[in-house]
């Protein structure tokens, strides 16, 4: 066996591996501890009390409990990248070779430059962010904000990409139990008895709750056989999942629970292909709350010196990991269960130097533990705590009827009583009711299939917590359909139970209700003579409970100090909203394998692979990724091979993967009907193998898409949408078919994975064509005349479509084949287009084009335009009813001085233009009365030699030769631009209709 | 004249490297990419919804589905795919959208998938667990037993689930994914399988 | 929050996407235009139940008519639009 220099570990007892010790360094210093310590119960042992400093005013802080509640013992867990501030040390189990930093101090623990800030205490009251920081505004960025970073604040992230995995997953249960204590144990017995699917989920790394510390006996044996047999029992049936380190979070609408598992927190590196840590969304038919209670600290002078801690957490660290936090006791309680920790440390061979008990009664029982255990009762409170360098030295005792007393000790433990864990319940805005039995908020109802059960329910008796789980257990399972033989119930004693309401004993010094945020009694008086009385005031001008700890120990004691100093009730006074996480879950959790390249899902074009070997620069459009350029070898920048790009389509031939358009087959006999409903110009008219320009509206009047459509027989049409809007142009025709036009025999399929669509264009097109397209069809104008489309045969006998459609203004077909054919499209347009010259081109000169050509695309189809602006006008129908039809005519979208598409170039050949400037007239101030539009889309043109643009200008048409401002604040440019005709190339269409 | 071919090539071609993956020893996940079959989407026109089935019956020999289940016959299967439609799914040609044309003509439309798609076979003793990384649906025996069949989503992509045969004891869940995001949900299939063991294959043959 | 789709069965609001009220009917082609501003742009802000659109564009591509509560989000019935599937409609 071996000890190292545990100097506070009992010989005997706990549940900690003595044959399995573990090394860990703490604040660069080695120790060891043992398999089944928490960081924390491995620093009780070594004796370490200091373990932090505090937020605002760097006192020395120690270990106050020993949960997911605890305040002050936060360190940095780990380092380099795997450094993670803010971790509790009573909850981080101690590993091999674990790493950890106190926080909020420097130069060191022991010494700390900041604690100055206690001698300027009164800048740090409540309210002091808002009081000394308001003014000038420049100084808070510059000056105080950097300063209070450094001066307060928590743990230091780790500034460079985590390294390792998370992940996310969804469970399904009929039952899921919240707590492994005896509660969440008998409730998880019942429902996996009665055949329910359960699922019970555990925070800690070991099951049964309290009864680790406090024991006891269920059915005639010790808890811990107990708990051993109930696992076993648990783990043979097949529908209980056991989740241990697994915290429930939150509770969601529809019977959604969050629980963040830590699947290997617990390792100092998760082993290969494991995640750190998995976010489980659990559906559950029932959930059953057995998440216990917290105890609650009495607030006092001194109160957060180290060496005070919790009753029950003193109890933990002695009976669960045979560490003791003290050797000489003192107990200040308010109730009987405090109690239990003189017994503990008796039974542990400590001292108890006083039990301090502010009740007016002490039990005989208590009584005569007292008088063999040799030290008195004393009836009173603590009024201040002296600290020696070691933590707590003695206890100033003001005794009931006024006399004083001092205790030596260096520990003193404290039970204020217990809150029931009611985070869970209220998490649907449930305010949690008043128990003055208890003197608690118990839960008062719970989101809808939720029960709370045992201390969770304010039952504190270990008894009552085995009946309450166990019968909440067999309802939640029956709710959910399921009525197997549940057996008998576990059976335990109550404890006495008695308790006299204390929150703050008043006294000099500083007296802590949030030690996370260094809040004290003093700040609530004062929050409270300013004005911020209502409880949700007080937390936001105080901060009380708003630290990573969400005050689990101090919003009670917060709200009955302001009760207390508003003449109110403590109900009256009322509690803050509750909100989840229960506790803090990391956002790489969150975002589980959603990170780096799997930011989203990702698409890729039927020639991905191959256009990745021609070494295309891809672009993210969307979820797509298409190739924007494809650069060559000397090529200097993205302009020049763009530039080449276009000019090979204009001269000779070139074709680019247009598969990112939306493609929706619309069938059935009322095809033509729904089209001309959901465009504004008319579709049943368009001839079997013609193609047409759609537009369609929204119902305001704005464009929402646009695209050709081809019939292809009488009965179908293929739709094609922009890239960006595909996914909701399908929405938007399916609401049209079932909700606005269900009485239209029409049916839609998204193809738009089903075809690989490349667009060829050039003067040559027709040359590529001619040797991939079976020589029987007929390319020529006559034979397949411009907007024609139809299927073809291709040479080897495959199936293709053909459109005659061009968006580049040069001769151009768009073909299409079915999509695991699409990278042999590719391959072989290169091949057959070798002779012609043929040139892939990416969306970059694709845009060019359209540029150059007047084609308007997203950034003028911008959810602020009409048809009219876009110079589109004149495709609205007057003979029929469409979408957007009535709206598009209101006075405001149809006024002259509407921005609508023009053409701009600037005067000074040479000059880039740029998008985003505004368009001022000339000799008018930039400014937002003469600000008359803005440069949308730009391109430098190959065709013109010079950068050309398309806007939104008012009266834009009608100023053609115009001479006006561009003005780009952003960039610092103003120069000036003319208004042209929109359509830079080829105005005629000559060339596509050639 | 060029002298060229039409090589057809599945969506996960370059990704799919069939073999081992991720964590050693058994694996816990076996994946399949079935690759080159025929699917046809059938929709039943308004008011047609009998005649559909009725079609479909009569040439497949099966009812075809009018909730969430999958049936396979021998050569088919048909899959729910929505309300009044559905997928058939099979290799070869017997099939395709040009056999079945004339079977639905005037009951239903009909739209070629064959190539939109991926389908990938998931077993393995891990499978549930590695598909709780990607599904929101409860595949417990008792809930998604064989032949059940959803339209749901995966990683934010629609996709078409169901259960098929259990083979050597095992379930085996088949999955439709649309073929431009195929790629990339793969890559999240094997980060969330990893874990578990991986072994990789693809075939020609329906399962 | 969950919806059960009246077609798929209960499904997770990931797969669904939301458009609103489902009260306002378009109107017809000769209605004018204030009935038309009435259905594009009045709505009411209904604080208890409500009948709203909703799209199961992630699962069977039904338009569902959902019945909800807004204070409560309690789900108290799901329906398909009147077209979904192959329904007939009026003549
Ligand atoms: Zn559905």
Known sequence: MMRGDQANRLNNGGLIDRTAPLSFRFDGKNFLGFKGDTLASALVANGIKLVGRSFKYHRPRGILTAGSEEPNALVELRSGARREPNTKATTAELYEGLEAASQNRWPSLNFDVMSVNQLFAPIFVAGFYYKTFMWPAKFWEAIYEPAIRRAAGLGRAAGVSDPDHYDKAWAHCDVVIAGSGPAGLAAALAAGRSGARVILCEEDFVLGGRLLADGGTIDGLPAAEWIAGAVAELTAMPDVRIMRRTTLFGVYDGGTYGAIERVNDHLPVPPEHQVRQRLWRIVAKRCVVAAGAIERPIVFAGNDTPGVMMASAMRSYINRYAATPARRIALFTNNEDGWRTAETAIAAGLQVAAVIDARPDVSPAHRSLASKGGFPVLHGSVSAVDRGKAGVRKISVALTGGARAEVEADGLAVSGGWNPAVGLTSYHRGRPKWRDDIAAFVPDGAPPGMVAAGAANGAFGLGACLREGFEAGAAAARDAGRGGNIGSMPVADDEAFSLTPLWHVAGNGKAFVDQQHDVTASDVELAQREGFQSVEHLKRYTTLGMATDQGKTSNVAGLAIMAAVTGKSIPETGTTIYRPPYVPVAIGAFAGHHRDENFHATRLTPSHHWAAEQGAVFVDTGLWKRAQWYPRAGEKDWLESVTREVKAVRSGVGFCDVSTLGKIDVHGPDAGAFLDRVYINAFSSLAVGKARYGLMLREDGIVYDDGTTSRLAEDHYFLTTTTAKAGLVMQHLEFCRQVLFPELDVQLTSVSDQWAQFSIAGPKTRDLLKEIVDPAEDLSNEGFPFMGAREVKLRGGLKARLFRISFSGEMAFEISVPARYGEAMARNLMLAGKPFGVTPYGTEALGVMRIEKGHVAGPELNGTTTAGDLGLGKMMSTKKDFIGRVMAGREALTVPNRQVVVGIKPTDKARRLRSGAHIIPKGETPGPENDQGYVTSVCFSPVLDQWIGLGLVERGRERIGEIVRAHDPLRGEDYDVEFCNSVFYDPDGGRQRG | MADFSWDIRSPLDRALVAGPYGAQGEAGVSLTEIRNFDLVQVMARRGKAGETIAAAKARLGAAAPETPKAVSIADATVIWSGPDQFFVLSKGGKHSIDALASVFAGSASLSDQSHARALISISGDKARAMLAKLSSIDLHPDVFGVGAAAATSMDHTSVTLWRGDDRNGQAVFNLLVFATFAESLWHTILDSAAEHGVTIGHSEDLA | ?91
């Open chain 3, 1 to 91: 929050m969950r919806i059960i789709c009246p077609f798929c069965g209960e499904r997770e609001l990931g797969e669904f996407t939301y458009l609103g009220d489902a009260k306002p009917q378009r109107p017809a082609a000769d209605a004018g235009e204030d009935a038309v501003y009435d259905y594009v742009y009045l709505r009411d802000n209904i604080a208890g139940v409500i009948s709203e659109y909703w799209y199961h564009g992630g699962g069977c591509r039904a338009w569902l008519k959902v019945t909800r509560n807004t204070l409560t989000h309690e789900i108290s019935a799901v329906e398909p639009a009147a077209g979904a599937g192959a329904a007939k409609v009026g003549a």
